[in-house]
């Protein structure tokens, strides 16, 4: 019998995302096989650590680093393993995304901003703060 290389009409599972398969082979321990997620959560937890003991600042933007991070990651490596969970496409565009607003509202946080944007000036106006 031969199989179609069709996919079926009716849906009767689902198929894993494309660039799932691990990073490396089996011969390695579970941590190195999922180098890129691995790298991704330490970043992360690095971030983290630094925002609750130190700059909250350098944390955060440690924190969305790290998305970015696996944005890259999830465009230029053909396998990711863990990282992988919807589309390419959808992968790279969720994690730029939230990765970057975390960096953009990192980087206007008060006190003292590190970037200003005119915007925000008056941004309590929409809020429902009045001026005195």
């Given at each position: ?25 089996r ?42 991070l696996?944005?890259?990651l ?17 992968d ?27 915007v ?13």
């Amino acid at each position: 019998m031969t199989r179609s290389r069709r996919r079926p009409v009716t849906t009767t599972g689902t198929l894993p995302p494309e660039g799932s398969a691990a990073a490396i082979g089996r011969g390695h321990t579970l941590p190195v096989r999922q180098w890129p997620i691995t790298l991704v959560l330490a970043v992360a937890g690095v971030g983290l650590v630094i925002t609750r003991f130190g700059d909250f600042k350098t944390g955060l933007l440690t924190v969305g680093g790290s998305l970015v991070l696996g944005a890259v990651l999830r465009l230029v490596l053909p396998e990711v393993g863990l990282l992988a969970v919807r589309s390419r496409f959808t992968d790279v565009s969720v994690l730029t995304v939230l990765g970057g607003a975390i960096v953009l509202l990192t980087l206007v946080a008060q006190p003292d901003p590190w970037i200003h944007l005119s915007v925000l000036d008056n941004i309590g106006q929409f809020v429902g703060r009045r001026h005195h």
